[in-house]
């Protein structure tokens, strides 16, 4: 019995009509100067289109003409489908016809019987039916968006077409962009909010964003284009195949303790360094140990090693001296007259600005300061101190 249904259902199918189909859609150029239908398979001719300016907003069109072979005209309806993610992800579709384009993916038009549509009255530049796709990416990327296109009219069975934009790049208008970084640091460059890897091509005129980073410890000491001096974060336009070039120095700290002396640290050029500050590796140094009055210098260490003092030290790695003397109290008697310590405000007057050093009674720096004249040491507790400043000694009592 189920074999007999089968069959007469069969039957019945193969003597009904189809429905009929009186559209037919053909691709164009935008003179209307040729005319290619959609083949069997639905699909009509791919749309290459070549990258121009930066990629973004670019536009690609497909010009289309439907026919009607019908003896009723009416309404057509249309609605495009994206069938790739590189469509879903980069592309846009816009239609332009009735002298009027909107973002969008569908629309309705106006056909007479037997009569064709191409955008509009007259045909004029501005009217013609024109599906177009606009990438939207920040940057050239290459693909292949895929769509369908569906026609509805009447009763009519829809009528389906294929269309495919290839977005591609120009390789005679690209230039590669390549770096390289000497030392602990990197290179960050991007296009248009993406960053580049290294060797990437990118169209003559592009604007590049160059971002050194160095490590920790590390400093930018040149960045370079082309040979030419490039400031860090700028914005640079390419003209050519690209090379940047960074060349990033570690910075060491250099730091130090006194007992019963003072330390003084300079560099190359004879620049007396703050206790703390950093050099670059590599740099020499000469390193002076002075005991106070009554002082003898016990011993001056550089990294737990003995040191010549008045020597020179090649600093490669973070830096700790140690300079130790002894004898006497630690009070000088030499007061100089211009530093001075007012008992009544507690306040300590060195005459001049500068770096001061208050040693108490046993040797130990309990003050070391930049100062611009006069401290206030009403904190410091009773007893006797030496305050040193600018080649000047003073010994005082709180």
Not at 136 to 163: C, R
Not at 167 to 172: E, G, I, L
Not at 200 to 224: H, Y
Not at 256 to 283: F, H, I, K, P, Q
């Amino acid at each position: 019995m189920m074999k007999r249904l089968f069959m007469l259902l069969a039957v019945i199918a193969a003597v009904l009509p189809s429905a009929a189909q009186s559209l037919t859609v053909w691709a164009t150029d935008a003179r209307g100067s040729f005319e290619t239908p959609a083949g069997a398979d639905g699909r009509l001719p791919g749309v290459d289109y070549v990258f121009s300016g930066r990629g973004f907003m670019d536009e690609a069109f497909c010009y289309l003409c439907v026919k009607n072979s019908s003896d009723a005209g009416g309404l057509v309806t249309f609605r495009a489908t994206a069938l790739n993610d590189y469509a879903r992800d980069y592309v846009k579709l816009g239609f332009c016809y009735n002298s009027s384009c909107k973002q969008t993916n569908s629309g309705e038009f106006q056909i007479e019987p037997h009569g064709e549509f191409r955008g509009g009255a007259g045909v004029t530049a501005g009217s013609q039916f024109y599906m177009k796709a606009i990438y939207m990416g920040d940057y050239y990327v290459e693909g292949v968006a895929d769509y369908s296109l569906q026609f509805n009219f009447g009763d009519d069975a829809p009528v389906t077409v294929y269309i495919s934009y290839t977005f591609r790049n120009d390789d005679s208008g690209m230039v590669s962009v390549k770096w390289v970084t000497v030392g602990n640091g990197r290179l960050v460059v991007m296009s248009g909010g993406e960053s580049l890897d290294y060797g990437d091509k990118v169209r003559i005129g592009t604007t590049l964003t160059v971002d050194a980073l160095p490590d920790a410890g590390s400093r930018l000491e040149s960045l370079t284009a082309n040979g030419q001096p490039l400031d860090e974060g700028a914005d640079y336009v390419v003209a050519g195949i690209t090379e940047l070039r960074a060349v990033f120095r570690d910075y060491y700290p250099v730091n130090w303790r006194a007992e019963g002396c003072t330390v003084e640290v300079r560099d190359a050029g004879g620049t007396l360094l703050e206790c703390g500050g950093s050099v670059v590796s590599g740099s020499s140094v000469t390193i002076v140990a002075r005991p106070f009055d009554g002082y003898d210098l016990d011993s001056l260490t550089v990294n737990g090693d003995p040191f010549d003092n008045g020597g020179g030290y090649v600093v490669r790695g973070a830096t700790e001296i140690v300079a130790i003397a002894s004898g006497g109290t630690g009070l000088v008697a030499e007061t100089v007259p211009a530093m001075r310590y007012d008992t009544a405000s507690q306040l300590l007057l060195t005459g001049c600005a500068g770096r001061l050093t208050v040693i108490d009674a046993g040797g130990r720096v309990v003050i070391d300061t930049d100062c611009d004249g006069c401290l206030d040491v009403s904190w410091l507790g009773e007893g006797l101190y030496v305050a040193v400043s600018g080649g000047k000694v003073l010994k005082f009592a709180r």
